[in-house]
């Protein structure tokens, strides 16, 4: 006898989203989760909550014009899609993006999400018309952040606990799925010791228990593999140069791939492993929460970037234009680490860091906050902090001191400071009139002719060795775990593919474990707002065929 209509594997967005789907029509739902309680949410409550929209009421009051057919042009130039593999990758993105430029803000809307006014504008490319990244500002940032984003469907999913058409267990750890005549038919694992550690913090493995749970539908919504970051390295490309042996680690412990490996173990297919998304301005969090814990700087196109021994980032990989680009260039350099140098005014208007808790003004819904963020010398509070505690920040009020802070914190002085000022007067004398032939000047003043970067995002042009805009900053960027880009292949239902490349009956996936959707409808490289994006839609879509096919 079946214990529920459907079994959800992850309480994370995906998951949320897919059980609440069942539960609205009219299915009984079991959600597990390894984590207790107070980790519902997974990964999207630490968000900075970015969606991605297409011609959005926001895009349009800022005079921003997109369509459906830029965001394609866009998305598959970025996604590099090349495989016999990418068949439902590529279904999977060309259904998102008609979703992203359709029902997706209306539905949320209606549902309590609010979108703050101002649009960013996240990987800008900076090639061709016809290369990767974003045309146009489409990064729509949730008033609330990642919480925010959360909220809709926690709400939604407590209603239904409350109604009992949804059971919530926790600490419930899946170790392999049930077969029953060629089909997937339940779960079995281990019962977790309870834990009270708090949000995102690392909680133990001590088995307590054993479970088995039955039903005719087994959704997978477990995540990546960002926090191991063994299982990084193990499935890192080959052409982006050698794994690094230092990173730092931008998700909690329990993204940890397990689901991935049991589904695999019972059958599924998966896909694109060697496809993965990390950042290159991670920083160490000077109060970490989760092991090895990493936050990413999300620069505007300011600070100037250097390699590891001072040599200037070749353009159009400036802060902020092509992720996947930069990654591959600094591995090539032979280090994990590269630099950025910057002013306090810099600082202050560009330096924004990743994640709701690093942003109290946003995710508190704070407008008086907020308004700071445009007004004096200072950046926001956690900025400050970071600037002050962090372990990869040197201030300085002269250059050779700022160098010499630099060299300090590498093993050995790899950085020469005459050649450093020389690189930094150069860029100064381009700056001092209206032409000039340094493309990341010229970048700079297309970005402030779009009203949302000149308001809030860039920087007034200056000469970085004006005392006036002191004092000057560097920062140590490391590599930073986050997204896996493959995984279990599905079709547009959300249904898991077997070895035989035919559906595994009565199974099917969601989120970050489904590569967002087919196993990978970023290709090989995302566009940003589309992770929180893809586990909405993929959650979706696997709830509504489940329930149906049910």
């Avoid at 010499?404 to 004398?429: F, Y």
Wanted: charge should be neutral; include cysteine.
């Amino acid at each position: 006898m079946a214990d529920a209509d459907a079994i959800v594997v992850g309480a994370g967005l995906a998951g949320l989203v897919a059980a609440t789907e069942l539960t609205a029509a009219g299915k009984r739902v079991i959600l597990l989760d390894q984590e207790p309680r107070q980790n519902l949410g997974g990964q999207a409550f630490w968000s900075l909550g970015g969606l991605f929209l297409v011609d959005s009421p926001e895009q349009r009051r800022l005079g921003i014009k997109d369509s459906f057919e830029l965001a394609l042009q866009d998305w598959i130039s970025t996604a590099g899609f090349d495989r016999e593999e990418d068949y439902w990758p590529r279904r999977w993105a060309e259904a998102y993006l008609a979703f992203a430029a359709g029902e997706k803000r209306a539905w949320l809307r209606a549902m309590g999400h609010r979108i703050f006014p101002v649009v960013g504008w996240a990987e800008r490319g900076g090639g061709s018309a016809g290369g990767p990244g974003n045309s146009v500002p489409r990064f729509h940032l949730t008033w609330g952040t990642g919480p925010g984003v959360v909220e809709p469907f926690e709400r939604l999913a407590l209603a239904a606990e409350a109604e009992g058409r949804l059971a919530l267990r926790f600490r419930h750890r899946v170790d392999g799925l049930i077969h029953t005549g060629g089909a997937i038919t339940g779960v079995e694992g281990s019962l977790l010791a309870p834990s009270d550690a708090p949000r995102g913090v690392a909680t133990s493995r001590e088995v307590v228990g054993h479970f088995s749970l039955a039903a005719p539908v087994t959704i997978v919504a477990g995540g990546g593999i960002g926090g191991d970051l063994e299982l990084v390295r193990r499935h890192w490309p080959q052409r982006l140069g050698q794994p690094p042996e230092t990173m730092v680690t931008g998700v909690p412990a329990y993204v940890d791939g397990r689901m991935l490996a049991i589904a695999a173990q019972a059958g599924a297919r998966l896909i694109n492993r060697d496809r993965m998304w990390h950042y290159v301005e991670g920083v160490r969090n000077w109060d970490p929460i989760w092991p090895g814990h990493g936050i990413r700087i999300l620069p505007g196109p300011s600070p100037l970037w250097l390699d590891a021994r001072g040599n200037r980032l070749p353009g159009p990989l400036y802060p902020g234009f092509d992720t996947l680009g930069t990654l591959a260039h600094l591995r090539a350099t032979g280090f994990d680490h590269s630099w950025f140098i910057l002013t306090q005014s810099i600082i202050r208007k560009e330096f924004a860091l990743s994640g709701s808790e690093q942003n109290p003004d946003l995710t508190g819904r704070d407008w008086k906050l907020t308004l700071r963020r445009a007004i004096g010398r200072r950046a926001t509070g956690p900025v400050e902090a970071f600037k002050q505690h962090g372990a990869d920040f040197v201030v300085a009020e002269d250059l050779e001191r700022l160098v010499a802070g630099m060299n300090a914190l590498t093993q050995g002085p790899l950085l020469d400071p005459a050649a450093i000022r020389h690189l930094i007067e150069a860029r100064d004398r381009d700056l001092a009139n209206g032409f000039g032939k340094d493309g990341q000047i010229m970048a700079i003043r297309n970005a402030r002719h779009y009203l949302g970067d000149r308001l809030i995002r860039t920087a007034r042009p200056h000469a970085l060795l004006d005392p006036a805009h002191g004092p000057l900053i560097a920062v140590k960027l490391n590599i930073l775990t986050r997204k896996t880009l493959g995984g279990l292949e599905t079709d547009l239902e959300g249904r898991v593919f077997g070895g035989d490349l035919a559906p595994l009956p009565g199974l099917y996936a969601a989120g970050e474990a489904a590569g967002f959707g087919g196993g990978g409808m970023h290709g090989y490289r995302a566009l940003e707002g589309s992770f929180l994006g893809g586990c909405l839609f993929s959650g979706r879509q696997a709830g509504r065929a489940a329930a149906a096919a049910l």
